[in-house]
Each structure stands twice: as structure tokens, then as C-alpha cells.
């Protein structure tokens, strides 16, 4: 998703954090189009500090409405889409489905065999096997099929696993056979994805002409994958003589020199002070909550007259449907209220330097640790050619007063520019 300004898109920085955990869930990630240094750059850092605790408190609520859900797991009852190869016996318990479990004990040998997954489908259709919904098969589904323990006995619900639960279809050899192929084509999946994924899309900018500078990938003779930036005046064919960047070497200098320069003992101090400020002057604002307060009283006082007719004998065909609709919207009134004041425990100084010092702790060669300091504390990055292999930065942060630092080559050294 690309937002065009640095505008939040939600009505406050709570409901917005709220949001943008949620996309970040299902792998949408927020890119703005323009960045310009905000008033409060702070703004960006306290943005982030309440995404992750939106991500905790979402993930909290989640949690109890499956609570209930829970008590039905504790006795091994069938929950959801029946897994391919089990039916619902007698007291809604898992059975076996005969011509199910042959496909599944067919996918788990010729996938540990070493046929490719092309292979397996072909070989399920030609053969009339169906999935549990009836449909062919297609990779999507082998994969499902691949990782699920239900096959060696394991009833999963939630946070709830117990072992050896469910009539077994696959042994556990076999099972663990299948397992670690899937981890190593998945590992190495994911550390081409990784690669793929440049950092500073949208904040590294040509020194020279001041276009941005764009992620590319290439293929060398002998093969090999490489990655690096280029500014995008020059990959339109423009004139324009900037050398290309190598995308490991920037982004890791980016983030070696945001974390030591930005995140001081000082800064940070100073960081969580400005986060507050704005805090407080969002807490200031009550007028939400004194008016969804006043809704409740309303709704509330709405409910009571209608009960007291209903005592009366006073029951109209519409009494009982006005009652749930009242009812159903004090639940709403109370749900936006609890929103409203969770904003206020919801942060303290203390909280917001804790967050950033555990920052300074990261490992600078996790993708995930870069990304975080990138999109929090990295405004812009501009980077000239110096001399024949040197390079001069200029890096501009999320942060108010001295906001810039600028690296010449010869603060480079040991990580040199590549050629
Ligand atoms: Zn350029």
C-alpha cells in the first residue's frame, strides 16, 4: 500500500497504529510516496511504539473471544474444516476416513521420496483422489498437507496441544522426514525473498540529482544474484553519473549508523520526552469520551423505561426487537469508550524509553532489526560519489534538533563501497 503524504490514515495516531498493525498481520506494509520531515518527528517514533502495543492488545482480545472456543478443545471435539482423510465419528471426536488417508499417506511418501510437488498433484488427480472439500489438487493444498501434525495425533486449538489425541495417519519418522525438506526449501525461499526486499525504498536519493534511487536485481555471467540500488534518472537513461549502491552494504551502514548516532542514552531521554508531550495533548482532548459517556446515560436510561413496561404487562410486537437494538448499542457505546481510555495507560515515559533502548540491542544483520530502525528512525538518506571509491551520506532522522549526519568515506572504512 503507498500513502501519498505523511497524513495519517486514520482520524488519531491510536486508530492509525491500530490499522496499520492489522495490514502489517497480512503482510501489507505502509509506504508513504512523499516524505517530508514533519513538524514532530517524534510523531513517527511514538507511531510505531503504538503499533506494536495495538499488535499486543489486538492479539489480547483475540484471544478471549477464543476462550470459549477453548472449553471445546479441552475435550478433543472436532473444530473447523475436517483435515483431509478424518470424518466426525461419534461425539463429534475424529475418525478416520479411509480413502482420504490413503491420498495423505501417498503425498507424505512421495514428497519424502523426493517427487516434486508437480509430481504428487499429477499423480492425485490421475488416481481420482479429491480433497477434503472434493476438489482437485493443487499445490496450495499439498502444502497444508505437508505441515499439519493433526496427522501424527496432535489436537491443536489455539494455544491448546495435546499429543497423541487424534487417530494417527502418518508416523512420526516419515512425518519428521517431511518436515525438515519443507524447512530447508522454505529457508531458502525466504532468504531470496528477504533479499529481494529493499529497505530504503522510497528514503535513499540520488546525491547528485536528487531523484530517488530504485531497488534492481541482475544476474552476473557466472549466474549469480546480485542487488543494489540505482537512481532512477539513470535507469530512465537520463544523463546522470551516480554509481549504483549495493543494497547489503547501504542498508547495513544505514542502520549501523542510525543506531549509534540516534539512539543515545540522551536522545532517547530526549525522544520519550517530546512522545509524551504529544501524548498529553492528545489525552487533553476528552471531548470524545464526555460525549460517548452522555450516549451511554442516554441509552441506558432508554433501556430501563422499556424493562419497566415490560414489568408493567406493557408488551407491543415491537418491544422486544427495540430492546435488543438498544441493547446492541450499548455495547457499542461501551466498546468505543473502552478505546477511548485505553489510550491512557497505554503509555509512559518509562514504557517508551524501555522500547527504544531494547532497540539498540538488535542484530544488525536481521532483516526484521533493519526494517524496524529504517521505517522508524531513517527520514532520508542521500548518497554522493566521492573520489574514485569513496562515498559521502548524508543521513537525515526521525528525531528533532541535530537530525543530520553526515559520513565521508574515510569514516567507512572496513566496509568500502564495492567497486
Ligand atoms: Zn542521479
Not at 482437485?136 to 495425533?153: A, E, M, V, W
Request: charge should be positive.
Amino acid at each position: 500500500m503507498i500513502m501519498y503524504t505523511l497524513d495519517r490514515f486514520a482520524r488519531n495516531r491510536y486508530d492509525s497504529a491500530i490499522y496499520k498493525a492489522k495490514l502489517k498481520k497480512n503482510g501489507v506494509r505502509v509506504f508513504y510516496a512523499k516524505q517530508p520531515m514533519p513538524d514532530t518527528p517524534e510523531g513517527i517514533i511514538l507511531e510505531s511504539v503504538l503499533e506494536g502495543y495495538a499488535e499486543y492488545y489486538s492479539e489480547n482480545l483475540a484471544r478471549s473471544i477464543k476462550r470459549g472456543l477453548k472449553e471445546n478443545a479441552l475435550h478433543k471435539i472436532a473444530m473447523g474444516s475436517l483435515a483431509l482423510g478424518y470424518k466426525i465419528g461419534e461425539n463429534r471426536q475424529y475418525e478416520i476416513e479411509p480413502v482420504g488417508a490413503k491420498a495423505v499417506q501417498a503425498i507424505f511418501t512421495m514428497y519424502a521420496e523426493g517427487k516434486s510437488q508437480t509430481e504428487i498433484v499429477d499423480w492425485l488427480n490421475n488416481n481420482g483422489f479429491k480433497t477434503s472439500r472434493g476438489n482437485s489438487f493443487n499445490k496450495n493444498s499439498l502444502g497444508r498437507i505437508l505441515r499439519n501434525d493433526k496427522y501424527i495425533g496432535v489436537y491443536r486449538y489455539d494455544d491448546v496441544t495435546i499429543e497423541d489425541a487424534i487417530p494417527s495417519i502418518i508416523d512420526k519418522p516419515l512425518f519428521d522426514k517431511v518436515q525438515s525438506l519443507l524447512h530447508h526449501n522454505f529457508a531458502s525461499r525466504a532468504r531470496n525473498k528477504a533479499k529481494e526486499d529493499y529497505l530504503l525504498s522510497t528514503k535513499l536519493f540520488c546525491g547528485h540529482c536528487g531523484s530517488p534511487m530504485i531497488g534492481e536485481s541482475g544476474t552476473s555471467k557466472t549466474g549469480r544474484m546480485y542487488y543494489y540500488y540505482k537512481c532512477a534518472k539513470r535507469k530512465r537513461g537520463k544523463s546522470c553519473e551516480k554509481k549504483v549502491e549495493k543494497k547489503d552494504w547501504i542498508e547495513e551502514l544505514v542502520v549501523r549508523y542510525t543506531v549509534s548516532h540516534v539512539l543515545t542514552d540522551e536522545n532517547i531521554e530526549l525522544i520519550a520526552t517530546r512522545a509524551m508531550e504529544l501524548i498529553e495533548k492528545d489525552l487533553q482532548d476528552t471531548s470524545v469520551l464526555i460525549g460517548l459517556q452522555g450516549l451511554l446515560k442516554d441509552t441506558n436510561k432508554k433501556i430501563k423505561n422499556l424493562m419497566a413496561a415490560i414489568e408493567q404487562g406493557i408488551i407491543t410486537s415491537t418491544t422486544k426487537e427495540r430492546l435488543e437494538e438498544l441493547e446492541q448499542e450499548r455495547l457499542n457505546i461501551e466498546g468505543q469508550i473502552a478505546r477511548e481510555e485505553m489510550k491512557k495507560p497505554l503509555l509512559s515515559k518509562e514504557r517508551i524509553v524501555y522500547w527504544l533502548t531494547s532497540f539498540k540491542s538488535g542484530d544488525i544483520k536481521d532483516v526484521e532489526y533493519q526494517r524496524r530502525i529504517i521505517d522508524t528512525l531513517v527520514n532520508s538518506v542521500f548518497v554522493y560519489d566521492n573520489g574514485d571509491k569513496g562515498r559521502r551520506i548524508v543521513l537525515t532522522f526521525n528525531v528533532s534538533g541535530n537530525n543530520t549526519l553526515t559520513i565521508e568515506s574515510s569514516d567507512i572504512e572496513g566496509i568500502a563501497p564495492p567497486k
